[in-house]
DNA sequence: CGTTGCTATGCAACGAGTTGCATAGCAGGA
DNA sequence: TCCTGCTATGCAACTCGTTGCATAGCAACG
């Protein structure tokens, strides 16, 4: 449902290939809108389709062409509808959540493994703070002024990182109340 | 693929009618899971035929039968092999980071609107936070031991309201960010 | 020289989840 | 009395998104 509209973000801010695009929903968009490179391809085929963005294709030598696309005028006038629209209430999905409150109903054992999975994940969100506070000291080292793209950029930024913050907060909380239970 | 387990948590602690499930993700388990009814309906069906559940229909009068539904030893057997399975990485759909970037690629005009969105997305998420502090007041008042099931509710209930803590702040951020560019 | 991995795109099949609609009786308010 | 809303379940059609697989050439490594 608004797949298209993150892809019309993504290639205003600059043009490429579904290939390149799926490489930045890894890294930059994923942070807050997930994809896999077939749903960004079909998605683009069905864009094109109806006149939203135009490829242009790039030959490559031996390999094979690269489609480029950019965001048509249709595209701009789709995106400023939908920017002007209501925020649909975000669907939440918090797998380790259930998780927590399904180990009442395990035992000991169950939970010494939850806790083991606890501290992997919560690895993984360190480094993923980790990542965000380069990215920011990079891009935005405070030197000079930002245009509005970039303070934009970085408002949502600093929402990832505040993210990662309480969810780390959150998680050592989740590990002193596990380890709590069975002693 | 986990709303099965969502589902077998909420009957474990409670059993009940694909309804009661319904609207119990609405309020409770809706805080980290979200599921229509259709979707529980469709899910408990299966569920029943794999044997995970078992159903007891309780006549009502003159209003359909209700179908109360309890967790089968086969489906705690599956429950338990889940908890134990890895935790996925959660997929992130963040709709209005996506607008807040998309907003450099409107004018002045949609600016303005995207703030007054903001500001209406900020006050659901004020009540959200308001009921979470309430449910904490009433289900965790602080006086006498908790068992197992209460304490793991209850690090379930800090991590949201630790969310929605962040959202107001970061939301803050944003309006802040917003009214500072066409000024 | 073979294996691995990267760029670059796509099909086919499936599963997950939403939306609209339908039924049906009861309770309560205008 | 009519309308709204709640309990209670379900079908049908659709969209969204994932998974597995396939192709194809090139570069780098051992």
Redesign the interface.
Known sequence: M?LE??I??SL??QPGSGYELARRFERS??????ATHQQIYHVLKRMETDGWVTAEAIGQGGRPDKRSYSVAATG?AV??T???A?????????????????????DAD?RA??IT??E??RA?HESTLERYLTGERRDFPGTGPLD??Q??????L??GI??E??VL??LD??LA?LR??DR
Chains 1, 2 share one sequence.
Do not use: N
């Not at 925020?87 to 395990?106: M, S, T, W, Y």
């Not at 303070?151 to 949502?156: A, E, M, T």
């Open positions: 608004a509209h993150a019309l973000v205003l801010e968009i994923g942070r807050f809108w997930t701009r995106l400023t939908w920017l002007r209501p925020v649909q209430p975000e669907a939440v999905r918090h797998e380790l959540a259930v998780k927590i409150r399904g180990a009442a109903f395990d169950g493994a939850l999975e606890v992997r994940y993984t509005t793209r303070r934009l950029q970085h408002v949502v600093r929402g505040a993210y913050r309480m907060d959150w909380d989740v109340t709590g239970l």
